[in-house]
């Protein structure tokens, strides 16, 4: 077991190699200890209160004394808006009960949640538990009278309310794999619900893409074949780490392709489910297979698992008349549905998706991209690709793809429309921030690669700048995904750092990193240790070494709960070893790893979960169903509310842009999606106006939990004898 603070002995000896501290005394070190065993207890406010009643000629202390006084003037500040929106949502959720406003009273009561100051207790208020029976009523009669857009929204609200991932799961699937076969099979009928539903609750009707004719199922599923499948169902049969079998991954297929079949409204799109009698024969068929498969003792074969979907095949055929496609990209869906939420397949059509999430590169033009108000903005391009070349800017309008209106269309739309194969043009149709005149844009598409780590603070003309405070040198990387280039990049940063001035300690922030590769997590790990365990998964066990080693300064990890997988190997691993204090919020817990296998001659992918991974500690995070604790909890617990989040998210949306010298100033509208006629939005600018400069996000209270990480690096650097003394 690796004890979670720093030995005394061990602080002085990493003290003294901080660059540049090497005056400080040993006594600074036993003040470093306590201040951070004081913090990981929970006792920040007791620390504060210790620090700021420590006297001292030093300028660094009298500076410190004025920024805890700022943070705690800030804290005061967000607790009283805090317990002002708490109440606004309340009031407003009493009111949509009265008027029997299911779907409103939903939305208020996520909000109240996420500003309460108990989100468990929360749901324990006799309103709240009267709100979930009404809501749980009202999405069982909406499935029920078909009206699924209105069924999902509840149980998604109620997912988000009652947070537990099991409860409203199930339902939950099954309508949006409802939803799923529409938009993909009969997108006109789609879209008369999704206009319908938008009338319902007083919305003007989504416009259907275009270009949407275009992505028809027939492409989606081009180079999909039987073959495909049973090499994933065997891989996934004998690779998953839950146990597994042919039985229940085919029983999966055959409860997808019951829901498929009964659908009505895939009739015209698919004649043989028009023929109610053909209809009703192959569903007896799939009703047996169920039946004899439930009934059977013996485990299914591969050879029995390939036979029956051999003939399960035919009888499509003769039945029912469905594209083999078809059945074989249905029945996976189900198949792996049986599994988790990670193991999937990536199809010939979704192998660019695949290349983005698992290469850290994708074949495109190079514009990061937002619906703003329904419009196709350009929220910035990155740095030296072909659309940041030919001048494409944050706030600029894609009016057109190819010549196609963009009216309507989704991101993921975009995406595929945008991307493609290397070195093919795309036309797209600009209209410049502050103009109403359209300009055509040819860009040629190029591999790009996508950065993984940035600093505090963009400058003009791309480089970032990671030093957050240049008295003592304290510098600050995000790192956004794990992959085959994170941990150079995270190299170059820390160089950086150390020619233009040294680094005495560093914030490693991992919020909102989804994770990415098990290596780019071991080889951050790498970094911050120079020996012990870093990770293990199954019998591998990942050791650090003094090859990369950065060296012994203080190092802070911000983690929140969207904080999952690659990052929690890293926040974990470095909390296990005391090398780092963790600063924010429960991370998500995902603590599972999957592994690529390829399908058919390299042209699908399945991506299945094979392993739990256990940090130092012999932890394993991975939040299962029914879970009490899961994810790595900080040292320090930080939370910020929903409304900070998103008031947060806003400010680096616009100070990450891209921009040079000639730049004109964002307006902020462009990007960060606040329509004219939204009071309530407008007010919430107003309230808060999108800071210039990240050091002014800093000083007006969009960050607190960056705002503690400071703090903690500042306390540990200084000598505070005074303070010595009542830490022991």
Known sequence: MYLRCFSRLWLILALLTIPGLASIASAQSVIADGVWEMAGRGETEKLWTQIRQTSGDSTAIAALHQQIDQHQ????????????????????????????DIREAMSEAVQARGLSNSPEQFLTDPRIKSLIERAEAAASQAEADQKWFEALVIYRRLNWLVDDFVTYDEPFDRIARKLRILSMYVPDTYHVLSEAYAISIDEDPPVKWEGEEDLTWREELKGVTRSMLMQAMTRAADKHVEPSSYDRLYIGGLE??????RMQQLGDTFPGLADKTQVDRFDEYLVRQHQELVASTQPMTYTQCATRLRNLLDYAKQTVHLPESVIVFEFAVGAMDTLDDYSTIYWPSDKERFERTTKQEFIGVGV????NDDKLTVAGPLLDTPAHKAGLKAGDRIVTIDGKSTTGISLDQAITAITGKANTTVTLGIVPAGSDVVVEKVLTRKRIHIPSVKGFERQTGGDWRYIVDEQDRIGMVRVEQFGPDTADELDRAVRQMRKTGGLNGLIVDLRFNGGGRLDAARNLSNRFLDQGLIVSVGDDHYRADRKYTYGDFPVVVLINNTSASASEILAGCLQDHGRALIVGENSY?????????????????LKVTTRYYKLPSDRIIHRRPHATEWGVRPDVAVRMTDEQV?????????????????????????????????????????????????RQMLAEGFDPQMEVAILLIKAKLLDLPTLAEKLD
């Open 73 to 100: 003037q800030l804290d005061a500040q967000r607790r009283s808006e805090t317990a002002q929106s708490f109440n606004k949502h309340m009031t407003k959720l009493a009111e949509a009960m009265a008027e029997d």
């Open 589 to 605: 817990g995902k603590g599972s790893v999957q592994e690529i296998f390829y399908l058919g001659a390299y042209e699908a992918y």
């Open 256 to 261: 997808t392709l019951r829901i498929f079949i």
């Open 368 to 371: 990061q991209i937002t619906l």
């Open 646 to 694: 998103e008031r947060f998210l806003r400010a680096r949306t616009l100070l990450d842009t891209l921009r040079e010298e000639d730049d004109p100033e964002i307006d902020p509208t462009t990007l960060i999606n606040v329509p004219g006629d939204d009071e309530e939005a407008q007010a919430e600018l107003e309230a808060h106006p999108m800071p210039k400069s990240a």
